[in-house]
């Protein structure tokens, strides 16, 4: 059960950082002003803030590797 939930959490943290990879990239983000539910907006915006924050730190992360150069 842990294991499943464990698998799930980091399924929608690697989704978030895509849809902020996206936004980054291409400018393209979720209109959150079609949701209705003012509580489920707000905590759709602090969920794909998360991938915001992945995103950034996986870049600091990956930069100062060794492993990694910037072109």
Not at 31 to 44: A, F, G, H, S
């Amino acid at each position: 059960m842990i294991g499943k939930i464990t698998h799930i959490g980091i399924d929608l943290v690697l989704i978030s950082g895509f849809l902020a990879g996206v936004k980054r990239a291409t400018g393209i983000q979720p209109n959150l002003d079609l949701i209705e539910n003012k509580d489920v907006r707000y905590y759709t915006g602090k969920y794909l803030g998360l991938g915001e924050s992945v995103l950034d730190s996986s870049a600091a992360f990956l930069g100062s590797s060794g492993y990694f150069t910037r072109k």
